[in-house]
């Protein structure tokens, strides 16, 4: 009995010296349980959010899909005669998401707005899908040319070709995700973004996830459209190594650890949003300028702002991400202030000339619907004694919302001197839709149409037709992104009067670095 007792008090012993250390991994346990319930959430939650803009897009391209056949329907014209084809073209010319329009006749393509009318008709595949009259065809070969393929859509003699870059802008699903625009059954794919190989839909088109994964689904209640989407749920490991050593911390410490953990998450987003905000309100926003240069004789003629930012930690933050930042924060015309008075403040020397030397800044839609920008531009140039004329404000959101104000307000700034181009012309919203409606001074092509220049790629067509354009237009050209000598060839080939802006014809520098204006050679560089 003594023996049995000594043992028993020996145990008690034990276990009231081990409590503190049980306490501590309970703790930590249970905290790092909270934290990955947080991680998995998050995911869950950031693919949702992806998911309805997927799906909100995707519900745009079919509604312009279902507006061009219905156009072409209404059509009071002869099939494929002369003026049936000069509104196939107009409708083509007016929609974001068509790249073509044609005419069928017992199941074969007669004619298009780009082809004409086909010396020989065009049999069809049979359809990958029926929906309500609707006849789909996913990925086939285009007429004239079988190396394209494209999605088609048809009800009675009209047919409709999505445009390839209809959802060109929309990315992938984060860490190795994949997702599927399908109709509601799952039966038949529009579109289908990442990691895809995996994703196994059921007979209801639900998606199973697969292991370690979570998913989402969300359908259009006006058509025959569904997202389906999955992403990796995520580790706690994977998180930044101060945020793994933080909550650690915090739970040795006895600390709460949900709602620590969430003060982690929110504080690195937190400090960054608190940084920035100190520094546009400081005015602490370095700036770079990249040349422009004519490419037939390498003149340099005016340079692109570029805003840069280092937080005081002393890390360099992408453009990429603060300036969405800076919009978020209801900064963003905040932000374009500061570049337009630093710019001129310290390149107003060189935009005073008098010699077609300008400056080009870039605005979003929002910036120039502010009235209060719009009195700063005009107030600065003149602080500064620069011409309106020496300022090219590019415009980069493609939102056409408040269409009729954009407008108003681009012909006060049209008035005023100021010059606008159009940005990443050639993809997304920045189609012929906006030349005809935007009181225009000048286009700014597209990088990834620019490296198609001078090869033999399909997209090497797409940048003939613009450059023709821009020459019919009489509208001044940039190429962004010229990398390489045939690059740029190719582009003075077809505009001989366009100008250039890549690593190329020189690399953003500080002001003070700039080239006096000579002309370009490689060994400046």
Same mark, same amino acid.
């Given at each position: 009995?003594?023996?049995?007792?000594?043992?028993?008090?020996?145990?008690?012993?034990?276990?009231?010296?081990?409590?503190? !250390?049980?306490?501590?991994?309970?703790? %930590?346990?249970?905290? =790092?349980?909270?934290?990955?319930?947080?991680?998995?959430?998050?995911?869950?939650?950031? &693919?949702?959010?992806?998911?309805? /803009?997927?799906?909100?897009?995707?519900?745009?391209?079919?509604?312009?899909?279902?507006?061009?056949?219905?156009?072409?329907?209404?059509?009071? +014209?002869?099939?494929?005669?002369?003026?049936?084809?000069?509104? &196939?073209?107009?409708?083509?010319?007016?929609?974001?998401?068509?790249?073509?329009?044609?005419?069928?006749?017992?199941?074969?393509?007669?004619?298009?707005?780009?082809?004409?009318?086909?010396?020989?008709?065009?049999?069809?595949?049979?359809?990958?899908?029926? /929906?309500?009259?609707?006849?789909?065809?996913?990925?086939?070969?285009?007429?004239?040319?079988?190396?394209?393929?494209?999605?088609?859509?048809?009800?009675?003699?009209?047919?409709?070709?999505?445009?390839?870059?209809?959802?060109?802008?929309?990315?992938?699903?984060?860490?190795?995700?994949?997702? $599927?625009?399908?109709?509601?059954?799952?039966?038949?794919?529009?579109?289908? !973004?990442?990691?895809?190989?995996?994703?196994?839909? #059921?007979?209801? #088109?639900?998606?199973?996830?697969?292991?370690?994964? /979570?998913?989402?689904?969300?359908?259009?209640?006006?058509?025959?459209?569904?997202?389906?989407?999955?992403?990796?749920?995520?580790?706690?490991?994977?998180?930044?190594?101060?945020?793994?050593?933080?909550?650690?911390?915090?739970? =040795?410490?006895?600390?709460?650890?949900?709602?620590?953990?969430?003060? /982690?998450?929110?504080?690195?987003?937190?400090?960054?949003?608190?940084?920035?905000?100190?520094?546009?309100?400081?005015?602490?926003?370095?700036?770079?300028?990249?040349?422009?240069?004519?490419?037939?004789?390498?003149?340099?003629?005016?340079? *692109?702002?570029?805003?840069?930012?280092?937080? &005081?930690?002393?890390?360099?933050?992408?453009?990429?991400? !603060?300036?969405?930042?800076?919009?978020?924060?209801?900064?963003?015309?905040? $932000?374009?202030?500061?570049?337009?008075?630093?710019?001129?403040?310290?390149?107003?020397?060189? &935009?005073?000339?008098?010699?077609?030397?300008?400056?080009?800044?870039?605005?979003?839609?929002?910036?120039?619907?502010?009235?209060?920008?719009?009195?700063?531009? $005009? +107030?600065?140039?003149?602080?500064?004694?620069?011409?309106?004329?020496?300022? %090219?404000?590019?415009?980069?959101?493609?939102?056409?919302?408040?269409?009729? =104000?954009?407008?108003?307000?681009?012909?006060?700034?049209?008035?005023?001197?100021?010059?606008?181009?159009?940005?990443?012309?050639?993809?997304?919203?920045?189609?012929?839709?906006?030349?005809?409606?935007?009181?225009?001074?000048?286009?700014?092509?597209?990088?990834?149409?620019?490296?198609?220049?001078?090869?033999?790629?399909?997209?090497?067509?797409?940048?003939?037709?613009?450059?023709?354009?821009?020459?019919?237009?009489?509208?001044?050209?940039?190429? *962004?992104? %010229?990398?390489?000598?045939?690059?740029?060839?190719?582009?003075?080939?077809?505009?001989?009067?366009?100008?250039?802006?890549?690593?190329? =014809?020189?690399?953003?520098?500080?002001?003070?670095?700039?080239?006096?204006? *000579?002309?370009?050679?490689?060994?400046?560089?």
């Amino acid at each position: 009995m003594r023996k049995s007792s000594a043992k028993r008090r020996s145990l008690r012993w034990a276990l009231l010296r081990s409590a503190p !250390f049980l306490l501590g991994i309970a703790v %930590v346990a249970s905290t =790092l349980a909270a934290a990955q319930l947080a991680v998995t959430q998050r995911a869950k939650v950031e &693919l949702a959010d992806y998911t309805v /803009v997927l799906l909100e897009h995707a519900q745009d391209v079919a509604r312009a899909g279902v507006d061009g056949l219905n156009k072409a329907l209404l059509i009071d +014209a002869a099939p494929c005669g002369d003026e049936d084809l000069a509104e &196939l073209r107009l409708i083509a010319f007016h929609s974001r998401y068509i790249k073509d329009v044609g005419r069928l006749s017992n199941g074969q393509l007669i004619c298009t707005a780009i082809w004409g009318r086909l010396p020989t008709p065009v049999k069809l595949v049979a359809p990958n899908r029926l /929906v309500r009259g609707y006849s789909l065809w996913r990925s086939v070969a285009a007429p004239g040319d079988g190396r394209i393929k494209v999605d088609l859509a048809s009800y009675g003699n009209a047919i409709v070709t999505t445009a390839p870059t209809a959802f060109e802008r929309m990315a992938v699903p984060m860490d190795g995700g994949g997702a $599927l625009v399908v109709t509601r059954d799952g039966r038949h794919r529009f579109q289908s !973004f990442g990691a895809v190989q995996e994703m196994s839909l #059921g007979t209801n #088109g639900a998606l199973t996830p697969s292991a370690g994964h /979570v998913a989402t689904r969300a359908c259009s209640s006006e058509f025959d459209i569904c997202v389906v989407a999955q992403t990796a749920s995520g580790s706690l490991w994977n998180e930044p190594s101060w945020t793994v050593t933080s909550i650690l911390a915090l739970a =040795l410490a006895g600390g709460a650890g949900s709602g620590a953990l969430l003060k /982690v998450f929110q504080g690195r987003r937190e400090a960054l949003d608190l940084m920035l905000t100190r520094a546009i309100r400081h005015g602490d926003i370095d700036l770079v300028y990249q040349p422009l240069r004519r490419l037939s004789d390498r003149q340099m003629i005016g340079v *692109e702002v570029l805003a840069r930012w280092r937080t &005081l930690t002393g890390s360099d933050v992408s453009p990429d991400t !603060f300036v969405p930042m800076a919009e978020h924060l209801k900064l963003g015309t905040e $932000l374009a202030k500061v570049v337009v008075a630093k710019s001129l403040d310290e390149i107003g020397w060189r &935009l005073r000339c008098g010699d077609g030397f300008y400056a080009s800044i870039n605005l979003s839609a929002q910036d120039i619907l502010s009235i209060g920008l719009r009195q700063f531009l $005009l +107030a600065q140039t003149k602080i500064y004694g620069v011409s309106a004329s020496a300022i %090219v404000l590019e415009l980069t959101e493609r939102s056409t919302a408040s269409q009729q =104000l954009l407008i108003e307000a681009l012909r006060e700034l049209e008035q005023a001197g100021f010059r606008v181009y159009l940005d990443d012309f050639g993809t997304g919203y920045s189609n012929f839709a906006y030349l005809a409606d935007l009181p225009l001074a000048g286009l700014k092509m597209d990088r990834r149409l620019t490296r198609a220049a001078g090869t033999h790629s399909p997209a090497s067509h797409a940048v003939e037709a613009i450059c023709a354009m821009a020459k019919a237009l009489k509208l001044p050209l940039v190429a *962004e992104g %010229v990398e390489t000598e045939q690059q740029a060839i190719a582009m003075c080939r077809l505009v001989p009067d366009a100008v250039g802006q890549g690593w190329l =014809l020189g690399k953003p520098c500080k002001a003070g670095a700039l080239p006096a204006g *000579e002309k370009f050679e490689g060994r400046h560089l």
